[in-house]
């Protein structure tokens, strides 16, 4: 079975760029997260969305950050525009909400702005 | 809100000797726990998870954990280490439903495997 799907994997783009990563959530999966890695901060939950809903957009930093599911099988997390402290690595995890089942992530995008 | 620390930032053990990983939560209520490995340049791949029940869960790669209400602790254990597993390992919580709502991640972990 394909697991969760991630694109671009890696993104290199100049300050003040629109920058838009991509997630396609295992097939059944309603829940969909989208998580931060960062050396200083770890890993940061930016937001995430229940059937297509957004739950919970607490964790996303600032207003330049925005995410979207139009739809059960794609997501976006758009950065608008980008500077160079949003240089990290974005996951995307998807889950199915009810069973109690854990979270699949993607294998994530390196983002890298110059 | 949950935490979750993991106090040690670097552990190296040789090949073929015992390993555990400490995983300390705050979380008022039941958590769920869980475990990842992250290899480098790759996501994270679930080891093993607690919901409920027996205390003691299995997980895959021959890992297994503990949970310890009394002491907040979730800790990672495997017998016996094999040079594969050199990898950084993450615990979580979750607030509820199980993977359902968002997780806590602690700083991680990174295992060094000595020959």
């Known amino acids: 079975d394909a697991g969760v799907i991630q694109s671009p994997r890696h993104e290199v783009t100049e300050m003040g760029q629109e920058v838009t990563l991509r997630c396609k959530p295992i097939s059944g999966h309603n829940s969909l997260f989208w998580y931060r890695q960062t050396m200083m901060r770890g890993l940061e939950l930016l937001i995430y969305?229940?059937?297509?809903?957004?739950?919970?957009d607490s964790g996303m930093p600032e207003d330049r950050f925005s995410a979207k599911m139009p739809n059960a099988s794609f997501s976006t997390l758009k950065i608008q525009p980008s500077e160079p402290r949003d240089s990290a690595v974005y996951f995307c995890?998807?889950?199915?909400?009810?069973?109690?089942?854990?979270?699949?992530f993607g294998d994530g995008t390196r983002l890298s702005i110059l | 809100a949950q935490s979750v620390t993991q106090p040690d930032i670097h552990i190296t053990v040789s090949e073929g000797a015992s390993l555990e990983l400490r995983c300390n939560y705050s979380?008022?209520?039941?958590?769920?726990l869980f475990w990842y490995v992250q290899s480098p340049g790759q996501g994270l791949q679930l080891l093993l998870k607690?919901?409920?029940?027996?205390?003691l869960v299995q997980g895959i790669k021959g890992f297994e954990a503990e949970f310890k209400r009394s002491q907040s602790s979730f800790n990672l254990r495997k017998p016996s280490v094999h040079w594969s597993d050199a990898a950084e390992y993450f615990c979580?919580?979750?607030?509820?439903?199980?993977?359902?709502?968002?997780?806590?991640f602690g700083k991680g972990t990174h295992l060094i495997i000595q020959p």
């Open positions: 607690y919901f409920s029940g027996d205390t």
């Open positions: 969305f229940n059937n297509n809903v957004p739950i919970d």
């Open positions: 979580a919580v979750g607030a509820g439903r199980g993977g359902a709502d968002g997780l806590t």
């Open positions: 995890a998807s889950s199915q909400q009810v069973g109690n089942q854990p979270q699949h």
């Open positions: 979380y008022g209520a039941t958590p769920y």
